[in-house]
């Protein structure tokens, strides 16, 4: 059984497509207050573990939430999806969108109760998009929008949070804010983010954890042990890693957990 | 004045224009519903796709059992149905694309209930299925139209929020416990119930223009979900209102002016609507970083 501190515990999971394994014998431990990285090439089964864990796909082993399998916690999950995905020419305000974290709890046509504003405004103010509230999405940069789907994401009254490349498509000082933000988020509240992640370089210093795949488990565990040089050269490939390692190992060093 | 009363008050002497204006009003506001979630969560080319591939289900529901309506809504609802499944199995199982599996279907379906329409059916009677005859509609006709505007007035108001993550955000619909699956079901098959609604008055081509026209200048006035599926019920109804009131005086098809009418108020919007391009020409769009905020979309 996991210790009391190990609140996500994967346990020998092998999650598959039909009857393909797409990613296979994965077991990490994560404590309180850990941001994640999920690692590996494309095809490596990193959306797939998130899938699992949503309960989208069947897997074997077990993914356990205080040592309790995922599934009897689902609400303590939230998925953040990738932008793209998104319309955002979508008529929706800033405030409607982090809004929607509340409909499961409420049902389909209930009202907001006090509660239920005071969880929405909660979530803006900690997301620090107080003065977006009332701007149409359309009308946000990638960064805003990104902060906004984190706060709904918030809303839902949710600790565990599954980000699917949130870092994607956003510029260097957009990233470092988004980044900064995570990191506070997570070690001030004690909660878990798991977030997919495809550039190297953004790594150190704000992940505490990361987790390497390729298609099986390379590593898991502290950033500076599960992803370094040698284990992401595994991960990725001597080739692919080559450009990236050295940078990556340079800000590597200033890793302070 | 007086003579804009008379050519509003003068048709509905008439007990059939009384009937077409109720029908004309009810499949508007049903219409612009649909329309909008339909555009929203970008399925209206497979709308239009189901539109044409009902024609089979139609000619044949003839040829077994004649004009009869409950018939027709039957054999249109099964080709519907027989295309959604057909071409999912085709999506999956081929290296075919959603729209392109849809595309190919519709058109061999439309074919062959051209086909057997034309033999079965006399040719006035083909016309009236392609371009529609809301002047012809009888009282079961009308009970149809009230029934499909009733069941989705309600689906929509019991399926809002379930509408609203589904059309935005499929995944985290999914993730918040919600049945994404069966809504996108429940949006096809109140789009075929629609359709079949519709065929009687403006016709299989046609049909799809009272769904998407008002829709679509909706979206090119309002800023929010509500609102844009409350202005194009507002919009169809009373584009399509106007259009009838026209084919009457003009005697012209009452499908196609409907249609032209909504295309119209469409056409305005798209020139000089908040949203529209003479907007877009006057005042480009501002720049994000100028709102005081230093990121920016990568």
């Known amino acids: 059984m996991a210790h009391h501190h190990d609140l996500l ?13 797409a990613v296979h014998h994965v077991s990490a431990v994560l404590p309180c207050g850990s941001l994640c990285a999920i690692l590996g090439p494309n095809g490596a089964g990193k959306s797939t573990l998130l899938k699992a864990m949503m309960g989208w796909l069947p897997f074997e082993g077990r993914i356990l939430i205080d040592g309790l399998p995922a599934v009897q916690h689902r609400r303590r999950i939230a998925y953040v999806p990738q932008r793209d995905g998104l319309d955002t020419d979508f008529p929706l305000t800033v405030e409607e969108v982090v809004a929607q974290g509340r409909f499961q709890a409420i049902g389909a046509l209930a009202g907001f109760t006090a509660a239920d504003r005071a969880a929405v405004d909660a979530a803006i103010q900690e997301l620090g998009i107080d003065d977006l509230r009332q701007r149409p999405i359309s009308r946000l940069s990638g960064g805003q929008l990104q902060r906004v789907l984190l706060a709904r994401a918030l809303a839902t009254g949710a600790d565990i949070f599954l980000l699917d490349e ?10 470092r804010e988004l980044l900064d933000q995570l990191r506070r ?7 878990i983010v798991l977030a997919v992640l495809h550039d190297l370089d953004c790594l150190a210093p704000w992940f505490s954890h990361a987790l390497v795949l390729r298609t099986h488990l390379v590593a ?18 001597a080739e692919v890693a080559a450009p990236v390692l050295p940078r990556f190992s340079l800000a590597g060093a200033t890793v302070r957990r | 004045m007086s003579e804009m009363f008379l ?3 003068e048709p509905m002497s008439q007990r059939f224009m009384a009937r077409a204006l109720v029908v004309t009003v009810l499949l508007g506001i049903s219409g612009g519903l649909v329309g909008s979630v339909l555009v929203l969560r970008r399925l209206s080319l497979v709308a239009d796709s189901f539109g044409h591939a009902l024609l089979p289900g139609i000619a044949i529901a003839y040829l077994v059992a004649g004009p009869s309506l409950v018939a027709l809504f039957l ?37 062959v209930g051209a086909a057997i329409l034309s033999r079965v059916a006399a040719p006035a009677d083909l016309t009236h299925y392609l371009f529609g005859n809301i002047l012809g509609l009888g009282a079961a006709d009308a009970r149809l139209v009230a029934l ?14 379930s509408l609203l993550l589904e059309c935005f955000d499929r995944g985290f619909h999914r993730s918040a416990g919600g049945a994404s699956v069966m809504t996108h079901v429940c949006i096809l098959l109140v789009a075929v119930l629609n359709l079949v609604a519709a065929l009687q008055a403006v016709g299989v081509v046609l049909a799809l223009g009272l769904f998407i026209l008002p829709a679509v200048t909706a979206a090119l006035w309002c800023d929010r979900f509500a609102t844009q599926l409350f202005t194009a019920a507002t919009v169809g109804a009373v584009g399509s209102t106007i259009g009838l009131f026209i084919s009457y005086h003009a005697n012209l098809p009452s499908g196609a002016c409907m249609v032209g009418s909504l295309g119209v108020i469409f056409l305005l919007s798209a020139l000089a609507g908040p949203h529209g391009m003479l907007v877009r020409l006057v005042r480009p769009p501002r720049h994000l970083t100028e709102d005081g905020h230093e990121d920016c979309a990568g």
């Open chain 1, 185 to 191: 988020w997570t070690t001030d509240h004690e909660r």
């Open chain 1, 166 to 175: 949130p870092l994607n498509g956003l510029d260097v000082p957009s990233r």
């Open chain 1, 9 to 21: 515990v994967f346990d020998n999971v092998t999650a598959s497509y039909g009857r393909r394994p």
């Open chain 2, 75 to 111: 054999g249109g609802l099964t080709a519907g149905l027989i295309t959604a499944a057909a071409s999912a199995l085709l999506t999956r199982l081929t290296r075919l694309k959603e729209d392109a599996s849809f595309g190919a279907l519709f058109v061999c379906l439309f074919a």
């Open chain 2, 7 to 9: 050519w509003l008050t």
């Open chain 1, 220 to 237: 898991a565990g502290p950033v500076a042990e599960a992803a370094s040089p040698e284990r992401l050269r595994e991960a990725f490939g």
């Open chain 2, 148 to 161: 499909v505007t009733t069941i989705t007035l309600v689906a929509v108001a019991l399926g809002y929020r």
